[in-house]
């Protein structure tokens, strides 16, 4: 595999009905062989990736019954998430599941684990490194209070799994991800459409690393290819940092409407990160935050948006 390229590869994709794998395994189809692989509770998800020839193969990974999926595959992309806010459930799919994934893919060339940066504990301003202090970053959220620290739990598996297996592995903590499908900014131009006020930490400004679905497809034969054992953990956002403030301000703008802010302690706070590491792995993103929030609010109101 060259770093910028995926070909003629078997390749599995974990979650795959979700906002993040979906594009990318629609697009890493068209010139591989992928398997998709979720419970498949959204019927129409599977029925847009079958008719783009991703094999659908249902697995609970609660259950952490792989079993139907391909041992033969060259690489997997971990991305499925569980966030039922059952510790029981959560913590056996995310952590549990993922060692099963691991040891059923024992022989893959890579193993690219989709983290978090909500694994970072919240520090103000801080700018995370990948050395930097962990916590639960998102239990101030009640609906939302396993994920940190499943996304933690996950992460000590995946190191585990890489030396157990001597699978070479990638633990990426992405930052907000989205695109024309949706993602977090996507949730704020709603929120704002429908007339609600945006909650914000009330240490402002909340900065993240919005990173465009471009970017995640480009960058994952990249991160593949940087796997290694041990682990290699690396942050994964867009080379911008950009405000939650910035982004609903010219969101607003472009969708014709007005942004109001919610100050608030009980929200997540800023997690800045320092993505040094990143560009050496995986270069920068190209694609400038603010052509991606308008293709995006284009293509989810283009009644709003010229
Ligand atoms: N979205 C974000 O803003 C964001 C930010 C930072 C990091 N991340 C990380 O990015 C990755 C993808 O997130 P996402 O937002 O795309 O997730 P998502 O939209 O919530 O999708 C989750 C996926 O996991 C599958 N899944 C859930 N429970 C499962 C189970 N028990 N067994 C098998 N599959 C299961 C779901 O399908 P079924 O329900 O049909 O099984 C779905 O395909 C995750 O690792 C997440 O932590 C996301």
Redesign the pocket.
């Known amino acids: 595999m060259s770093p910028d390229t995926l070909q003629g590869s078997t390749i599995v994709v974990?979650?795959?009905?979700?906002?993040?794998?979906r594009p990318l395994a629609l697009a890493l189809a068209r010139d591989n062989r992928v398997i998709g692989?979720?419970?498949?509770?959204?019927e129409a998800a599977r029925a847009e990736l079958e008719a783009a020839g991703v094999e659908c193969v249902p697995?609970?990974?609660?259950s952490g019954d792989v079993g139907a999926l391909p041992a033969d595959a060259d690489y997997v992309l971990n991305?499925?998430?569980?966030?039922t806010n059952d510790w029981d459930r959560d913590l056996a799919?995310n952590s549990g599941?993922l060692a099963h994934l691991m040891e059923h893919h024992r022989g893959a060339r890579a193993f690219l684990h989709?983290?978090?940066?909500?694994v970072y504990k919240p520090d103000g301003h801080r700018v995370f490194d990948e050395g930097g202090p962990l916590g639960d970053n998102h239990g101030v959220w009640p609906f939302l209070r396993t994920y940190s620290i499943c996304?933690i739990a996950a992460e000590g598996t995946a190191r585990w799994g890489a030396e157990r297996f001597d699978l070479p592995t990638t633990i990426a903590r992405?930052?907000?991800?989205y695109g024309d499908n949706g993602?977090?900014p996507a949730i704020h131009l709603h929120m704002m459409l429908s007339g609600h006020a945006i909650p914000v930490h009330v240490n402002a400004p909340s900065v993240y690393h919005p990173l465009h679905a471009d970017d995640i497809l480009a960058m994952v034969p990249r991160l593949l290819a940087a796997a290694s054992v041990p682990a290699v953990t690396v942050n994964w956002g867009g080379s911008e940092p950009v405000s939650i403030e910035e982004w609903c301000t010219y969101l607003a703008e472009v969708a014709g409407t007005e942004a109001h802010f919610e100050p608030t302690e009980q929200t997540i706070d800023s997690v800045e990160i320092d993505t040094t590491r990143m560009h050496e792995l995986a270069g920068r993103t190209t694609v400038p935050w603010r052509d991606g929030m308008r293709r995006m609010a284009k293509a989810l109101h283009p009644d709003r948006v010229p």
Do not use: E
């Not at 992405?174 to 991800?177: D, F, G, H, R, Y």
């Open positions: 974990t979650g795959v009905t979700g906002q993040v794998s692989a979720a419970r498949f509770s959204d697995v609970d990974l609660v991305f499925a998430v569980a966030k799919a599941g989709c983290s978090s940066t909500a996304k992405l930052s907000v991800p993602g977090w």
